[in-house]
């Protein structure tokens, strides 16, 4: 998709279809207002006869406005005036890129950004656009035979952006370009099938950002790297895989020599079957998507990288399969960190804190401004939160609250979970420093109580996307989240 700033009246530009927003009880926006009055009262007549109200999810095209220079128009029902939110605004743009992917245009002019939204400026509505625009075109059709995509998709989008002046709104459109090329790919890599996506195809998709971005620098860590340096933990989780564990580290060197960077750890469990304490059959596919932090961590830096952002970000991702075999890890084991710390592994299922304990201990060695580390954790978190936040716990205060509002802005929300002392005595054991598990209670508290154990030498934030990276059911997939957060945490 190409986008660009348009500044034209809405009736005289030459384009596939124009979009307008229309509101509740048949409120034209100021676009539309311009609209009506140049083509003589076509959108009113048009809501005099009952085609449109401007309910929130309604969309109406009309084919050849008469008084019109553009083929099409599309109106996008956005409910109540005052009333229009961040979360309706981003509904109303996916809804039009719906329709104009599906209705044979291959370029449009949307005026959508014009409609005020809170207190958001142009910069804000043109990136969140671009942003949903590009989200809802993507398609995970990549191994099927036969594509479905519409025959003339759309191609070229004009955004006109209220009168604003073109520099921020051109630069709202670079920013959410490089965004949504980092949310495809954590969708891209998220929606593979886990015969094709494994610890060394992730390996080789961090090869090829080192080979395309030349501030980029990558290294992939074999299993007897990671013997030498004590990773009893990660490899613990590994044994039962013929597929061997990866830790893939990569350097954007986009800050001055010496500038601390901000470390993003991403859990990278191409399939989890849980081990030996075997998980349960049904959507037992979905644990594909056990390795969508690392999958976000791919989507981060390569969005810094095209944004050549100033600053210095690494990103580590331990990389395993999770299996059951006749060597795998067994309820009871008991493994030794790369930070000394003995763990009683009381269920295999927990894994991925083991490779992230690990990783984390490593990222010490690059001096970090501050670590977050990115997972999909916990079926808790989703019990506690379901589909719509990532948790988010951490040692460092105002690392929270930055993070909480660049969720707020960026529309990829957080929710901050307490992590007090009072939880890390249930995981407690008779035999090791601590279990890897902390019984029912507070299960996405005591996973972040487990890896706050080896974050204590920097500031550090956890973030539990399980519920929050992939959709099940009929729209199943990857999403991409929360690589919109972390790029607008690091910008």
């Not at 809501?47 to 309604?58: C, E, I, L, V």
């Not at 553009?70 to 996916?94: H, I, N």
């Not at 910069?123 to 036969?146: F, N």
Request: net charge positive.
């Amino acid at each position: 998709m190409k986008f660009t700033v348009k500044n034209e009246k809405p009736a005289a530009v030459k384009t596939g279809c124009v979009v307008l927003a229309i509101f509740e009880k048949r409120k034209l926006s100021a676009a539309a207002e311009q609209f009506d009055k140049t083509t003589r009262g076509l959108l009113t007549n048009l809501m005099r006869n009952g085609d449109m109200d401007g309910k929130s999810g309604q969309t109406l095209l009309i084919p050849d406005p008469a008084g019109a220079k553009c083929d099409r128009v599309l109106l996008v029902g956005c409910g109540k005036a005052g009333e229009f939110s961040d979360q309706d605004y981003r509904a109303a743009v996916a809804g039009a890129a719906g329709v104009l992917d599906r209705c044979g245009t291959t370029d449009a002019v949307s005026y959508l950004a014009d409609v005020d939204v809170g207190d958001h400026g142009a910069y804000w509505k043109v990136r969140q656009l671009v942003e949903v625009t590009s989200g809802a075109l993507y398609i995970p059709d990549a191994h099927k035979s036969k594509r479905n995509r519409p025959a003339k998709p759309l191609r070229r989008m004009g955004i006109n952006a209220g009168g604003a002046k073109t520099k921020p709104a051109q630069q709202a459109i670079t920013d959410g370009m490089a965004i949504a090329a980092g949310v495809e790919l954590a969708r891209t890599l998220g929606d593979l099938p886990p015969n094709i996506c494994s610890p060394a195809y992730l390996a080789s998709q961090a090869r090829s950002l080192g080979r395309d971005y030349p501030k980029i620098r990558t290294s992939v860590m074999e299993e007897a790297g990671m013997r030498k340096l004590g990773m009893g933990a990660l490899l613990s989780v590994s044994r039962g895989s013929r597929q061997p564990a990866k830790l893939i580290s990569l350097q954007y060197s986009g800050g001055k020599r010496g500038d601390k960077p901000v470390v993003l750890v991403g859990k990278g469990v191409t399939f989890d079957s849980g081990g030996i304490s075997i998980k349960p059959g049904a959507a037992m596919d979905e644990m594909k998507y056990d390795m969508c932090g690392a999958a976000s961590v791919l989507g981060v830096v390569t969005a810094c990288a095209e944004l050549l952002l100033p600053i210095n970000v690494v990103g580590i991702i331990p990389t395993v399969e999770n299996m059951p075999d006749g060597i795998a890890s067994k309820p009871g084991d008991i493994v030794t960190s790369m930070s000394g710390q003995t763990i009683e592994i009381l269920n295999t299922d927990a894994e991925g804190r083991l490779i992230l304990c690990d990783a984390l201990t490593y990222a010490e060695k690059f001096d970090p401004e501050v670590v977050i580390d990115i997972a999909t954790l916990t079926g808790a978190v989703i019990v506690a939160l379901g589909s719509h936040p990532a948790g988010l716990l951490g040692n460092h205060k105002p690392l929270i609250h930055d993070l909480l509002k660049a969720g707020k802005n960026s529309g990829d929300r957080c929710w901050e979970l307490p992590l007090w002392d009072d939880y890390q005595e249930q995981l407690d054991s008779n035999f090791a420093d601590m279990a890897n598990i902390g019984g029912k209670g507070a299960g996405t508290i005591t996973a972040a109580c487990f890896l706050s154990r080896f974050t204590r030498k920097f500031h550090w934030a956890h973030l539990d996307i399980a519920g929050v990276a992939w959709k099940s059911g009929k729209e199943k997939g990857a999403t991409g989240r929360p690589v919109s957060l972390l790029v607008q945490y690091i910008i």
